[in-house]
């Protein structure tokens, strides 16, 4: 299958976050999942690809009655982690000798959001490494099933207990299976540059925002910057979107969210009094004019 997104260069880092089973978006998605299996375009490398079905639920939805931004990046985490643990990978398996995954970087374009009670399909495979980075690649479908959205991530395995990261490669390369021919959506994610920014938006972290690890899960920060953007472009479409995530947020935290628009750029930053907690940056789909801050 040909991917509609070309590939490309888009600069990207995302923080250092934990995925493991668990926290307010495991208990939503265990609810939305409709169908999940474990197929592989190529016989030999049995679970290659991970596809996993997802309901579009009320509580997925935005007022316009399109799935919000938090909801997909809550499938994107689910499906990873799904699939780490059917590759023996995962949290369970990390946890016995003392190994985590944080994700370091991601990038996401869409060309539309599924409705209410649209069943999506999400398809997830690891595709290589690059440094300490263990890749992994997504596409999304709707019900009709013309594909909607693309992204890719970068991932680091850390020694849970200095929280130093490992070589993947040498740990992992024969635990994965090979990814062939299968696309590398966006191949360099590096840093994001920081811009004037402006506008803050207050918010208290409490504790529905934070997951079984006692901090705030990746998925809320995309919730806070879609939230910030609606306010400066309530019509606005997200087509593309990076994030750098640079540190953990607690619980108790007060952050600002400050931002920028220009055209069809924005810039979006999340910080606690001087300290940046998490970068955010895309493209809406069309124009929109500037936005002083």
């Known amino acids: 299958m040909v991917s509609q997104f070309k590939k490309g260069r888009y600069i990207n880092t995302i923080y250092i976050n934990v995925i493991r089973h668990g926290g307010n978006a495991r208990r939503q998605l265990t609810k939305n999942v409709g169908a999940m299996t474990n197929l592989t375009d190529n016989a030999e490398a049995p679970n290659a690809i991970w596809r996993e079905s997802f309901r579009i639920l009320y509580s997925d939805v935005d007022r316009q009655g399109a799935c919000r931004l938090e909801s997909v990046f809550n499938f994107l985490q689910e499906v990873a982690a799904n699939h780490a643990d059917a590759l023996h990978v995962g949290y369970k398996q990390l946890t016995e000798s003392h190994r985590l995954w944080v994700l370091a970087r991601l990038k996401i374009a869409m060309t539309t959001l599924p409705p209410h009670g649209a ?74 540059e920081r811009r004037a920014v402006g506008r803050p938006m207050s918010i208290h972290v409490g504790d529905s925002m934070i997951d079984i690890n006692f901090h705030m899960n990746n998925a809320r920060y995309a919730g806070m910057a879609a939230d910030w953007l609606a306010e400066a472009r309530p019509t606005a479409q997200i087509r593309e979107l990076q994030v750098n995530y640079v540190q953990a947020t607690r619980p108790g935290a007060e952050l600002q969210v400050v931002g920028a628009v220009d055209g069809p750029r924005f810039d979006v930053e999340i910080r606690e009094g001087d300290q940046l907690h998490c970068q955010l940056a895309g493209t809406f789909i069309g124009d929109a004019s500037p936005l002083t801050v």
């Open 119 to 192: 069943t999506i399909r999400v398809e997830t495979w690891p595709s290589g490494f690059d440094r300490l980075f263990a890749l992994r690649q997504f596409r999304l479908f709707g019900e009709d099933g013309a594909e909607f959205a693309v992204a890719s991530s970068h991932w680091v395995l850390l020694d849970a207990e200095r929280l130093r990261p490992l070589r993947v490669k040498e740990l992992l390369e024969n635990r994965l299976p090979p990814h062939g021919n299968l696309p590398v959506y966006f191949p360099e994610l590096d840093k994001l």
